[in-house]
């Protein structure tokens, strides 16, 4: 069907009765093709009508309305930004057109961030504020609710996977297990947490976090993988905001968290290694393995990429590819993903981790872990005494000296001793940035243009 401004905009009016539409506009921005958006100017106010164009971003929406639908008022009141608010739905053609608020706001590039930026307060703010929600209004609104266990396990699976397509270097493999090993690491309490945060998630205006988009993956769970981006602007930022940030929580587990953030960070990659194997699209699997060998490299302090890879051409990629067998049903496609998730949030099953627990993998070191047991050492156990300094608290309310006293250099000396400590590892700018499903805004540019 048409997808210009005024054809939009009709079916706005559909489905907000009494809408009143002085003004409307193409909104190209907007998922980078998957929706056809249009934002549309009222006598008070701007909104915006999405009709997704393909099944992957109807799914995003559909988890995207409940996330919404989950932020009850009193959240809302609560956050010191604002969250798009659903206003109406009506039928377009084989999908659906919804109608939101259209929130203000220009974005950032994470990479333009320094660790000095009058912004990383108020982004620690945002952080702490969505953390700070109490697990009720996830639980009532029945999204998914995941325990440290859980969190650990869901990664777990995930290395495996990525292990299983033969293309993850060992060294990276055993990094990834010592800190699956890690009883202290994985020690924290969960929290709600946003679950897809970015850069391209924040509208900011005056130095000001002003929006929140992007919540399609509300839950319960690490309150780390809303950190992990961070590492994008590079460690010495993360540094920084995780400073404010545990100042603005008023807890301990700093130095666990930031190494949760690092892990998260790296497990991106192989996120990206399973999406082109899944896939079969040799250019991602070849851009994934280019990511995994500058991994090791930084590891192993070569200056030379790995050998044994790098060497592989387009055409053995691409046989690999050709040769390895279908997907087992668990390893679903992005989509399948998706879909999965969108029946997880409509009936209160928790489906990420449902799937039994693989049993070709032994020893399993511990119970419903498989293969993330006694790594030689490089794990912290509590119990294995260990010296590793880990910091005593947050810092002191209203010092700035106290900011700078978050004791970087302890969590360093976690990351090392897990085996997580070179920062610079897996830079997820090497990879394609997500793309956005919201009602997007140009980077650094007003939503309004």
Do not use: C
Not at 43 to 58: F, H, T
Not at 133 to 138: E, T
């Amino acid at each position: 069907m048409s997808s210009t401004p005024l054809t939009l905009a009709a079916l706005a009016t559909s489905a907000v009765p009494g809408l009143q539409v002085v003004g409307a506009r193409e909104h190209t921005l907007d998922g980078e093709g998957a929706f056809s958006s249009a934002v549309l100017l009222t006598e008070d106010a701007e909104l915006i009508v999405r009709v997704p164009r393909i099944s992957s971003a109807e799914v995003r929406q559909s988890a995207e309305m409940l996330g919404q639908a989950a932020l009850a008022d009193g959240a809302r009141s609560a956050l010191p930004f604002q969250a798009p608010e659903t206003l109406g739905i009506t039928r377009a053609g084989e999908t659906r057109a919804v109608v939101s608020t259209f929130l203000p706001g220009g974005r950032i590039v994470a990479a333009d961030l320094a660790s000095d930026a009058l912004l990383l307060q108020p982004i620690a703010e945002t952080l702490a504020a969505i953390h700070r929600l109490p697990l009720s209004l996830v639980k009532s609104a029945g999204l998914p609710v995941r325990e440290t266990e859980d969190v650990r396990q869901a990664a777990a699976r995930l290395v495996e996977r990525a292990a299983a397509t033969r293309l993850l270097p060992g060294t990276v493999h055993g990094r990834w297990l010592d800190a699956l090993a890690s009883h202290r690491l994985w020690d924290f309490a969960p929290n709600v947490v946003h679950g897809s945060l970015d850069a391209d998630h924040l509208l900011v205006a005056d130095e000001q976090v002003v929006g929140v988009l992007g919540w399609d993956e509300l839950s319960v769970g690490d309150p780390a993988v809303d950190l992990a981006w961070l590492l994008e602007a590079g460690p010495e930022v993360l540094d920084s905001v995780l400073a404010r940030y545990m100042q603005q929580r008023g807890t301990g587990g700093g130095a666990e968290l930031r190494a949760r953030a690092q892990f998260h960070h790296e497990l991106g990659v192989a996120r990206w290694l399973l999406h082109g194997v899944e896939t079969h699209d040799d250019a991602v699997v070849e851009d994934a393995i280019a990511m995994l060998d500058r991994l090791v490299d930084r590891l192993t302090g070569m200056s030379d990429p790995a050998p044994s890879r790098t060497i592989a051409s387009a055409d053995e990629v691409e046989r690999l590819l050709d040769d390895m067998p279908d997907p087992p049903e668990d390893l679903r496609s992005e989509t399948a993903e998706h879909e999965s998730l969108d029946e997880d949030r409509m009936f209160s099953s928790d489906g990420d981790f449902a799937d039994e627990e693989p049993q070709d993998r032994a020893p399993a070191g511990e119970e419903g872990l498989p293969g993330v047991g006694d790594s030689g050492g490089s794990g912290i156990d509590p119990d294995d005494g260990a010296a590793v300094d880990l910091p005593a608290g947050s810092p002191s309310d209203g010092d700035e000296d106290g900011l700078e006293s978050t004791q970087p250099l302890d969590a360093l000396e976690l990351l090392e001793a897990i085996g997580l400590g070179d920062e610079s590892d897996a830079d997820p700018r090497d990879a394609p940035a997500r793309q956005g499903e919201e009602n997007g805004h140009g980077s650094g540019s007003a939503s309004g243009s």
